[in-house]
């Protein structure tokens, strides 16, 4: 609840978060798929200052400064144990995986700084030369990156370890090119502290799993990490490596090519291989491969959902009914198309879209009734309890009652031209076939209460008005 | 009341009364009341102790405001019965005030207006032995509302006739919360579908009674019909099923029963469910072999199959065919198969011979009740079979059975002595025949209306011997003068409704030597010009219990009678007042009458509309009958106001018509629309 209210883009009702186009990054992949253009409909030039905000920012900028603390801890922990005497190879290892992070650091900086940058085509700041004039330059960097790591790897198959490569394999399969900086950053021996962030102990036969597919475990840095796809030049994260063609458009006509803009064919050899599945990091879960009963998941793009639905707080809470919360934003979205609209409630809490499936629900379980939506006028019924209360109050002094101020229309109705009858009704309420209760006097007072029709007549008043003894009467009858 | 000085006087006030044990007290006192309800009132009046014996006694509550139920209540404590209807307004806040009572077990809410879900909460909450609950003509009411009723675990009826926005969430939560629900009518409840009706079905296992009158309206019912009539039908402990108006059932529906039928049912009401036919019909007899009552009005044609597959319910005892046409000896197939009929309904039918119901009710022997209205083709030798074959008939109704000649109908009192209730409205029926009705001793109703060439001496003879007589209708009987009606009065004590409209001989000695019924609750007069204010005080004074008033078109009748009800009637519920010559006054001293409920006001000259208006804000009516004319002339907010409190305005556009027909050319000029 409370870290809710600390982050302002969830409480930003849904349609203006979706006029946000920065926001789209807090939307699952499987969100995007069907907008392939997304890019595109962004006009980049012009609504390019419009993508920075702040939230995006501070996210981004919270993951980097997480990031330094686990590889200044890493660090530390190497420092201290310098002085003792240790494995050639342990060491090395983690220097390995300080080089990784390191990467890491630097690629997310630098797309968090490329998305700072307000137009890159006004700008000189990243590149140093306007982008018509370095164009050979971009080329040759956008070649790398475009050409991605698969073809590095691909290269550099024998020296780096297969499971990187299957890896990056596994990545496509989930429809989510990853191409982690431009290319030329990657060198081998960070595909070998890749190689140790992603485990790969896992290559050890596990108990249950058949020997049909090879089991590959993300760490949480890489689940939650906010892009996987980097511009070579300008350095800004995308999610899905088309938003990245799409983007590579602005920085050249040499992008606008239809072998530019071409989804990269798939490995020749991804048939060969052996299907991958993953496993969550959250040790103790299902999806973990250590777990007993262990449910591999099918790609990447199920490890990040399972791992946000599962094993993250649900941060995006529904803005329109407030109860429901969800930590995938793709969720919230579907969600809040049925929000409110063809509700259907059971006591239990449960809600169905269809009515017949709460009639199901019900029939079946027991104790479990329709639960009707809340009034919107529960306020009004409140108001109407109210003076009720308070005229039960007053009542024994006044003789009777007064009706609720949301009755006030017919208030002065009954209160003026019933007054007097109200005493005699206390008396005839039983059979209604009193008789000698009715009198010149009783004329008399309906006379008065239609000539007070106008105004409002105070019940004391009434009361002196009265003839005495039938009033003494009527409250005797009532204290009876 | 606990010092004991106090305490002392009670007891000399009423030493015997103190002694007397409760339970022999209350038996007393409902002797003394079915003897004259208005003793217990002056019982109650006698003394401290009397009052709160009285008290104690009574066990329902018929309140004219809402608003004074916690004072009513807190003094009748042992009160199990609540009865609202004559509050047209209740509001949620009056609901709220109630405070805990224990004893309430049945509320009567079918005729008021103006609650809410949170009145009803505020009820339930305070009635927690609720059994009994009428919510009909909830026309306001809610699903939220039902919601609170369902809070009510231990409501065994209900009845939600005419809550058209209920729906089946509404329907769920009652279904959900009530598991004990006995009795339940959802008649005319058209927001709701056949989900509804199938929680109810598996959740309300223990039903009996079911009402879906027009609930399977053609056009929505497929959904209904094919999805929760074979649950419905499949209640274990259900008897009573009415579907009036169903037209959404079919033979499709009714085929699908076949074996999978409750073998409890054993009342069934399809009438006007016109898409029935004959094929149906077979299969709800096939299904349904338990059956007591079948009512099949206004369905199909009757064709001798259908009527011989009756004989497949053997302990059939009522058959309703009213508005049915009846093939060739469909009649005399029912003759044939169902032997253990006690009642038959067969008005309006068409295609009804004399042979056909000569045959059918010879074979009838245990006939008791017989309905032949409008059966217009028969003719003596049809009344002399059912006379001689069926003697021992209770009820007979054969109003317009215009071939039927006085001597035929003189066979009714001589041979069927036991009869209780007779209609006769409309016939040849003459002085000798209502001689020969003296012979049934035991009449309590008799109908002799457009009857016009009975006079004086034919009512001297039934004054003589039926004194066991509640009812008589002498509708445009224009034979009757004053002395037959005094006849009545002296010889029928028991009376409570008369109808002598348009018998213009009628003067004021009739309603003095009638104010001598003290049972009389009924009184028309319509169209009596010679009857005055003077006769009309004589009734107010002497029929204290009078509630239902027509003196329409009695000229005479001025402001003075009007006093008079004002002050005697305090049972008046109902009262026709149109041409009258009523005034102002006359009107709001009407007004004080706190139980009044209905009230016609048509060409009235004497009232103005401030005098109408002031009368209408100090009653509490529930509707109103008023000249259009006025509709301009009332001020609107005025209106609004009075129609917050309840009362539902009807305006009537008649034109002005005083003069009044001779009843024997009234009578022609019907017969000539009726040929027409």
Redesign the interface.
């Known amino acids: 609840m409370d870290r809710d209210q600390m982050n302002p883009i969830r409480d930003q009702p849904p349609n203006l978060r979706s006029m946000n186009p920065l926001c789209y990054q807090f939307m699952a992949e499987d969100a995007l798929l069907g907008m392939g253009m997304q890019q595109q409909q962004l006009p980049s030039a012009s609504i390019r200052h419009m993508d920075w905000s702040p939230d995006t920012m501070l996210g981004n900028l919270t993951f980097i400064e997480e990031k330094i603390r686990q590889v200044k801890d890493v660090i530390h922990a190497m420092a201290g144990r310098s002085s003792a005497t240790q494995g050639e190879l342990a060491a090395q290892q983690q220097q390995q995986l300080v080089n990784a992070d390191l990467t890491c650091l630097i690629v997310q900086l630098i797309s968090t700084a490329g998305s700072l940058l307000p137009s890159l085509k006004n700008s000189s700041f990243l590149s140093g030369a306007p982008p018509a004039a370095g164009t050979g330059q971009a080329v040759s960097l956008a070649g790398e990156s475009s050409s991605s790591v698969r073809n590095g790897v691909s290269k550099e198959g024998d020296m780096g370890s297969p499971d990187y490569e299957e890896l990056f394999k596994g990545w496509t399969n989930g429809a989510m090119e990853e191409c982690i900086g431009g290319g030329g950053v990657i060198a081998g021996e960070e595909q070998d502290a890749m190689l140790d962030a992603f485990g790969v102990d896992g290559e050890t036969p596990l108990p249950p799993p058949p020997e049909s597919y090879q089991v590959l475990q993300l760490e949480e840095d890489e689940i939650l990490a906010p892009h996987t796809h980097f511009c070579s030049i300008c350095g800004k994260g995308f999610k899905r490596d088309a938003n990245l063609r799409m983007h590579m458009r602005g920085h050249g006509d040499e992008y606008k090519s239809a072998a530019a803009l071409a989804k990269p064919p798939p490995s020749a050899d991804a048939g060969e291989e052996q299907e991958r599945r993953y496993s969550c990091p959250f040790a103790g879960c299902k999806r973990n491969r250590l777990h007993k009963s262990f449910l591999p998941l099918k790609t990447i793009l199920c490890v990040k959902n399972h791992y946000k639905r599962s094993h993250c707080e649900k941060r995006h809470t529904c803005g329109r009914c407030g109860a429901k919360k969800f930590s995938v934003m793709a969720d919230l979205k579907t969600h809040e198309k049925h929000c409110g609209r063809n509700r259907?409630l059971c006591s239990c809490g449960t809600s169905f879209s269809r009515?017949?499936k709460l009639?199901a629900h019900?029939?079946l379980f027991q104790?479990?009734?329709?639960?009707?939506p809340p009034?919107p006028t529960s306020t009004a019924?409140q108001a109407?309890?109210d003076?009720?209360?308070t005229?039960?109050a007053s009542?024994p002094s006044s003789g009777?009652?007064q009706?609720?101020a949301?009755?006030a229309?017919?208030m002065?109705?009954?209160s003026s031209?019933?007054g007097d009858?109200?005493f005699?009704?206390?008396k005839?309420?039983?059979?209604?076939?009193?008789?000698g209760f009715?009198s010149a006097a009783?004329?008399g007072s309906?006379?008065f209460?239609?000539g007070h029709?106008d105004a409002f007549a105070v019940d004391h008043s009434l009361a002196m008005l009265l003839p005495s003894e039938q009033f003494t009467n009527a409250q005797e009858s009532?204290e009876? | 009341m606990a010092t004991p000085t106090q305490h002392h006087k009670r007891r000399r006030l009423s030493p015997l009364l103190h002694d007397l044990a409760d339970e022999l007290l209350f038996v007393i006192l409902d002797r003394v009341a079915a003897d004259d309800?208005?003793a217990?009132?002056s019982f109650a009046l006698a003394s401290?102790a009397c009052?709160a014996a009285e008290a104690r006694h009574?066990r329902l509550?018929?309140?004219?405001?809402a608003?004074?139920l916690?004072?009513?209540l807190a003094?009748?404590s042992a009160v199990s019965r609540l009865d609202l209807s004559?509050c047209p307004?209740v509001?949620?806040?009056?609901l709220?005030?109630l405070s805990t009572a224990p004893s309430v077990s049945a509320v009567d809410l079918s005729r008021s207006r103006?609650f809410?879900?949170?009145g009803l909460a505020a009820l339930v909450a305070a009635c927690p032995n609720l059994t009994d609950l009428d919510l009909s003509n909830g026309l306001d009411f809610t699903?939220?509302g039902a919601?609170e009723v369902?809070k009510a675990r231990r409501l065994q009826r209900l009845s939600l006739s005419r809550c058209k926005q209920l729906t089946?969430?509404?329907l769920?939560?009652i279904a959900?919360?009530c598991p004990d629900l006995r009795e339940l009518s959802l008649k005319w409840c058209i927001g709701v579908t056949h989900?509804?009706l199938?929680?109810l079905a598996?959740?309300c296992k223990k039903l009996k009674i079911l009402d879906l009158s027009y609930t399977m309206e053609e056009k929505i019912a497929v959904q209904i019909v094919k999805n929760c009539f074979p649950a419905i039908m499949k209640l274990q402990n259900l008897e009573v099923l009415i579907l009036v108006g169903c037209n959404g059932i079919d033979d499709d529906a009714l085929t699908s029963l076949d074996q999978e039928c409750s073998k409890s049912l054993q009342v069934l009401d399809m009438s006007n469910s016109y898409n029935v036919t004959h094929v149906g019909v077979l299969s709800v007899v096939n299904a349904m072999p338990n059956l007591l009552e079948l009512n099949l009005s206004y369905c199909c044609p009757v064709t001798p199959s259908m009527s011989s597959s009756f004989k497949m319910i053997h302990k059939l005892q009522t058959l309703k065919l009213d508005g049915c046409q009846f093939m060739a000896d469909g009649l005399k197939s029912i003759g044939k198969s169902c032997v253990s009929l006690r009642e038959l309904s067969l008005s309006k039918c068409s295609g009804v011979t004399d042979t056909d119901l000569s045959f059918a009710v010879s074979r009838l022997k245990n006939l008791l009740k017989l309905d032949i209205t409008c059966c217009r083709k028969i003719t003596d030798v049809s009344l002399a079979a059912i006379t001689s074959s069926c003697p021992s008939l209770i009820s007979l109704r054969m109003e317009s059975c215009s071939l039927v000649s006085s001597v035929g109908l003189q066979l009714i009192g001589k041979r069927c002595s036991h009869l209780e209730e007779l209609d006769l409205t409309d016939n040849d029926l003459d002085d000798e025949g209502l001689k020969a009705l003296s012979g049934c001793r035991k009449l309590s109703s008799l109908k002799i209306g457009i009857c016009l060439r009975i006079s004086d001496e034919g009512l001297s003879h039934i004054s003589k011997s039926c004194s066991d007589l509640r009812e008589i209708d002498l509708y445009r009987c224009g034979g009757i003068s004053d002395e037959g009606v005094t006849h009545i009065a002296q010889g029928c004590p028991m009376l409570e409704s008369i109808n002598l409209s348009y018998c213009t001989k009628l003067t004021d000695h009739s309603l003095r030597s009638l104010s001598k019924c003290i049972k009389l609750n009924t009184l028309e007069i319509r169209g009596c010009p010679m009857v005055s204010s003077a006769g009309l005080s004589e009734i107010a004074t002497g029929c204290?219990?009078l509630s239902k008033l027509d003196i329409k078109k009695c000229f005479e009748i001025n402001d003075l009678g009007m006093i008079f009800l004002?002050?005697?009637s305090?049972?008046l519920r109902q009262i026709n007042l149109s041409y009258c010559s009523v005034s102002d006054i006359g009107l709001?001293?009407l007004?004080?009458i706190?139980?009044l409920q209905n009230m016609t006001i048509v060409h009235l000259a004497g009232v103005t509309p401030n005098g109408l208006i002031?009368a209408l804000?100090?009653c509490?009516l529930r509707k109103v009958k008023l000249h259009e004319a006025f509709k301009s002339m009332v001020p609107l907010h005025m209106v609004?106001?009075?129609e917050?409190?309840g009362c539902v305005f009807q305006w009537i556009n008649k034109p002005y018509q005083v003069a009044l027909q001779p009843c024997d050319l009234w009578k022609q000029q019907s017969q000539d629309l009726l040929v027409q």
């Not at chain 2, 509001?91 to 009056?94: F, G, L, N, P």
Request: glycine content about 12%; some cysteine; charged content about 25%.
């Open positions: 259907w009515k017949d009639f019900v029939a104790g479990h009734t329709p639960a009707l009034p019924t109407a309890d003076p009720a209360t005229a039960r009542a009777h009652q009706e609720p949301g009755a229309s017919f002065w109705g009954t031209c019933h009858d109200a005699l009704d206390v005839d309420i039983g059979g209604g076939d009193g008789d009715f009783n004329l309906i006379d209460g239609f029709l009532e009876r | 309800p208005r217990l009132k401290r009052h009574r509550l018929r309140a004219f405001r608003d004074l916690p004072a009513a003094r009748y004559l307004r509001t949620d806040a009056a709220a005030a103006g809410g879900a949170a699903d939220a919601a369902a089946d969430m509404g769920g939560c959900v919360g989900m509804g199938d929680l598996l959740k204290r219990l004002s002050q005697f305090h049972s709001i001293s007004s004080s706190c139980g002031a804000m100090v509490g609004k106001v009075v917050a409190r």
